[in-house]
T-cell receptor
Framework: GAGVSQSPRYKVTKRGQDVALRCDPI?????LYWYRQALGQGPEFLTY????????KSGLPNDRFSAERPEGSISTLTIQRTEQRDSAMYRC????????????FGPGTRLTVT | AQSVTQLGSHVSVSEGALVLLRCNYS??????LFWYVQYPNQGLQLLLK??????LVKGINGFEAEFKKSETSFHLTKPSAHMSDAAEYFC?????????????FGAGTRLFVKA
């Protein structure tokens, strides 16, 4: 079956532009997570959803970052007015339900802000 | 709030030697604990997880980890390293609270295996 997919895989944008990163979770998975991973570091929690409800957004760095999952499936992470410090790998993961269940990770979107 | 500390950003072992990757966690409630592996240019893959059943957890590829509440540790071991084990390993903790089950990852330990 299909795993978690993310698009685009690579995104280069100029400082000040808005970007939208898409995550398509495994069908039927309730929970969807967004992480940011800097080179040589572990995934840094950003936010997560159960169905369409955003459960925790405490990891979003500032109000330029937002996420939605309007129909409880595909999710979009939006970064407004991008800055160079936003450059990183953005990873999405989904799990059957939250808690002690395995998270399945997508390949990530490499964002570069020039 | 939960946190994870992985001791040693790099560990090097000889092929056939014991692998020991250390993880200590902080959690205010009984946690769920995970080890994930990341191969170069790939996503993270679950090795094993602890969910309050047996304290010694066996995972894929011969890895296992032991939950020690008194030491707040969840160290990952493998009796005999193989070249294919060279990768980055991440420990993670997830606990339930009013906001749900946020998952926090450690900074990772890169394992090198020498022939």
């Amino acid at each position: 079956g299909a795993g978690v997919s993310q698009s685009p895989r690579y995104k280069v944008t100029k400082r000040g532009q808005d970007v939208a990163l898409r995550c398509d979770p495994i069908s039927g998975h309730v929970s969807l997570y967004w992480y940011r991973q800097a080179l040589g570091q572990g995934p840094e929690f950003l936010t997560y959803f159960n169905y369409e409800a955003q459960q925790d957004k405490s990891g979003l760095p500032n109000d330029r970052f937002s996420a939605e999952r309007p129909e409880g499936s595909i999710s979009t992470l939006t970064i407004q007015r991008t800055e160079q410090r936003d450059s990183a790998m953005y990873r999405c993961a989904s799990s059957l339900v939250e808690g002690g269940y395995e998270q399945y990770f997508g390949p990530g979107t490499r964002l570069t802000v020039t | 709030a939960q946190s994870v500390t992985q001791l040693g950003s790099h560990v090097s072992v000889s092929e056939g030697a014991l692998v020991l990757l250390r993880c200590n966690y902080s959690s205010s409630v009984p946690p769920y604990l995970f080890w994930y592996v990341q191969y170069p240019n790939q996503g993270l893959q679950l090795l094993l997880k602890y969910t309050s059943a047996a304290t010694l957890v066996k995972g894929i590829n011969g890895f296992e980890a032991e939950f020690k509440k008194s030491e707040t540790s969840f160290h990952l071991t493998k009796p005999s390293a193989h070249m294919s084990d060279a990768a980055e390993y991440f420990c993670a903790v997830s606990e339930g609270n009013t906001g749900g089950f946020k998952t926090i990852f450690g900074a990772g330990t890169r394992l090198f295996v020498k022939a």
